[in-house]
């Protein structure tokens, strides 16, 4: 058996190069096309103009749906790990979950909206992408550490504690800095006066995208020690 067919590890490991490949593919096509500059542009303006920004939708939707997908799939071995071992209170269980929730319907805003035609319902859907993403690796790095020793190893408790770390302090810089950007369009100058925050900007947002991605990553051990059955009941015909 190949080491992706274990448990439900392929659930991580596409969602960890989907979610790769829809920032890589969508900012490859801006580039060949030169709607963006090839030094550190915010993701979204990767995928402001067609074709990209459909191809960056629909990837994005995908992702989201892998996404909710793979947060389930936690959600039900922790909760099966506390039936037997009361390690993890449900309620914190159930918090990360519902966080990771709406982290996905961030993403799923932020695909169906553009940032420059609809700049507001964007910059609200990636608000709550970001918000809702570091939360839940915050929650998810605090449901490791009550389990162990049960699922994961100090290790990846160490490492996911880290990147929670990266993507929390690099979310600051993210937001202040683009608070003092005027961008009016795709294309920047560095002499404009306002370049240093916008680039700024730009690689602490990659940098907070690609650590949700690095968390994902490091379910994918977890994910290889479990299974979930779907069970029909029939309630009697009338």
Known sequence: MFWF???????????????SSTFIISYLIALL??????????????SAQPPESCIFGLMTF????????TMYARYKYVQKLSEETHVVSPCLNGSALYVGMMSCLGMCIVATFQ?????????????????SGISYIILQTVVS?????YGCSRKVIAIRLCI??????????????????N????????????????????????TVAFSFICFFFTYIHDFKLFTLQVKAVCEGYS
């Open 5 to 19: 067919m274990q448990g439900l590890c392929f659930l991580p490991t596409f969602l960890v190069i989907w979610s």
């Open 33 to 46: 096309r030169r709607d963006v500059d090839i030094v550190f542009p915010y993701i979204s303006d990767t």
């Open 62 to 69: 995908i992702s989201a749906c892998a996404g909710i997908a």
């Open 115 to 131: 940032e420059i035609t609809v700049t507001y319902a964007h910059d609200a859907g990636a608000l709550i992408f970001f918000v």
């Open 145 to 149: 550490y009550k389990a162990y020793p």
């Open 164 to 181: 929670s770390i990266i993507a929390t302090l690099a979310f600051f810089p993210t937001v202040v800095c683009a608070y003092f950007v």
């Open 183 to 206: 961008q009016t369009e795709l294309h920047r100058d560095p002499d404009d006066k306002d370049y240093p925050y916008q680039l700024a900007s730009a690689v602490c947002e990659w």
